[in-house]
DNA sequence: ATGAAAGCGCTAACAA
DNA sequence: TTGTTAGCGCTTTCAT
């Protein structure tokens, strides 16, 4: 294995000039700085990280724990991240807590053993009403999930908007018996639960809502149990893309008409959204701005550690399509 | 921060009986172990990793790079090699080469940097058509792409057995003008291509591929010329999820009736293609399996450098729905 | 079973 | 601008 003294050999200069010229740093001659490159390319010389790591106590490495790799949401949350780490230079540790707060922890003692500058974090709801920024030795940016009094920053969707929003064009189109499905673990999900009582409240409309695990089975289970009712309520609302699809095969399954027997709607502009007849209104996530909006507010907070902490709250794009046509 | 001298000191023992006590290692006395748990415990005490990885060697990381986060097979895979790790106590460098050779080079030196002891990679065609497995210096495990002279440990699916049973369903139906759509980049594409190839002419009809590039816009505008086309084919296959995809969208377009006007078939039994109406026959992929075996294989290749190359084939499974339905 | 001590390869403080 | 050198915190060899 080459190390650095094979190289200041090699280019005649010290171990010095040679860790300078790798690491950027300024105060070389041109002439040195070139020597130096020379011997590294003709040496194929590549610094060892750990040494390195051990020595500057700089990683440049984040973290990034989502919840749930699997849902779609995250994974183009960690895709834009991940992209803008790559532009940066930055190595990115791409977690998976699957919803699981025991790994979530493990996950975070990781972190810190890495020596991570920092990490972007879509917290289960177990940490989140305790969690203590201050406590980690590293900066913490939230993403998707965040309570009223988190302090921390933070990049989430105006969820109370968004459902509001839904709910009101709902609304609009005459719709009058609306139920909510959300799932409860977690901030989201009763955070858009708010903003449909408020918009159904303002019409003055009796709201009614199933709070209920996040996972589609369960969104299946009592949706149809919905359906089954007599009579059947005008609208179905998801609070998330999982609950939307449980949503979405029950309708399927009980093989009731949309939007004429019942309107449906939800969360996350999915690609199965558009496919299935007719197609569905939801609410669309910015997910890519979300993940580099993460990002540059952690890069922010590494370099400004004791700037006042900044929320981020970004808009929910209502996208109307035809399962939430007005009946004529 | 705390030492490993600290914890010597708190336990009144040598630094080396603490190290052989946080590493699991043999020749400790019962007694001395006990000690220096409990000052471990006491001082909050976690082992540097900077120090540990430039010192030992090792770094109990392994590397995962993906060529597409977003493919939902990807994610699945990802998900599975994950859980796996975690439970063995390994890292995972989670990359997305997003189907960028640049990329993949870029991640597949940073592994070499990061010192890891294995790589999981789907490889990009660029990539595989010149592997040298040996020239890294880890062991390499493929999954999903893999051409058939390829010299590394790998995990695939039998794609061309896959796609002949797929075609050979289809005509099983009375299909007769069934053309095939996909993507041409990869190895996965060819090779499924190669099994429809086969399967057309064991029944004596004559084949009819459109190679594309593999995003779901191409297949979507090819599929859209074909359902235009006098008279219909009878059937429409896509290689993957992806063109799936687009085939769907441009069939939900033209207002088509499957499988009344066209039948349609493909790969990835993704959640989408049972929500639409009717849903869709496909081949399901294990791909828990594939993650579960490749990181099993690498861990075998870890332990036994110099035992011979394995490839492990699975079988899909073919699930035959509505979108396939014989025509009375 | 235990401890003393030599580095792993690098960076950064300091001297020149 | 350049070089010398002292560690970063740990593991591991070698004595004991």
């Known amino acids: 294995m080459v190390k650095i003294v094979d190289v200041a050999k090699q280019a005649g200069v010290s171990t010095a000039s040679v860790s300078r010229v790798i690491s950027g740093l300024p105060g070389v001659s041109e002439e040195t700085r070139e020597r130096v490159n020379a ?35 995250f994974t183009e949350i960690s895709r834009a991240v991940e992209d803008v780490a790559y532009q940066n230079g930055l190595r990115v540790l791409l977690c998976n807590a699957d919803e699981d707060p025991e790994k979530e922890a493990f996950y975070l003692e990781m972190m810190r053993d890495e020596n991570v500058s920092g990490v972007i974090l879509s917290p289960t709801l177990a940490i989140l009403s305790s969690l203590r920024p201050a406590s980690y030795p590293f900066p913490l940016v939230l993403v998707d999930r965040c309570e009223r009094d988190t302090n921390a920053d933070a990049v989430v969707l105006d969820n109370f908007d968004a459902a509001y929003r839904l709910t009101e064009h709902l609304i609009a189109q005459g719709l009058r018996s609306i139920v909510f499905l959300y799932g409860s673990v977690g901030s989201t999900g009763p955070q858009r639960h708010q903003g449909y009582l408020a918009a159904m409240a303002a019409a003055g409309l009796a709201p009614e809502a199933e709070p209920i695990a996040p996972r589609s089975e369960r969104a299946r289970e ?75 507010l952690l890069l922010q907070r590494v370099a400004a550690p004791d700037r006042s902490v900044r929320r981020v709250v970004l808009r929910g794009e209502l996208l109307v399509r035809g399962s939430t046509q007005a009946r004529v």
Do not use: H
């Not at 390195?52 to 973290?63: E, H, Y």
């Not at 149809?224 to 029950?250: C, H, K, N, T, Y």
């Not at 004429?260 to 969360?267: M, S, V």
């Open 222 to 296: 009592v949706a149809e149990v919905l359906l089954q009712r007599q009579p059947r309520p005008d609208a179905l609302v998801a609070s998330s893309g999982l609950v939307l699809l449980g949503m979405a095969e029950a309708v399927k399954a009980a093989g009731v008409t949309v939007p004429t027997d019942i309107a449906i709607a939800g969360f996350d502009d999915l690609p199965w959204t558009r496919l299935v007849t007719p197609d569905i209104t939801v609410i669309r996530q910015p997910t890519d701005e979300i993940g580099q909006t993460a990002l540059r």
């Open 39 to 73: 011997a590294v390319k003709s040496l194929g010389y590549r610094p060892d990280l750990a040494a390195r790591r051990l020595r500057s106590g700089r990683t440049d490495t984040l973290g990034l724990i989502v919840s749930d790799i699997r849902n779609p949401f």
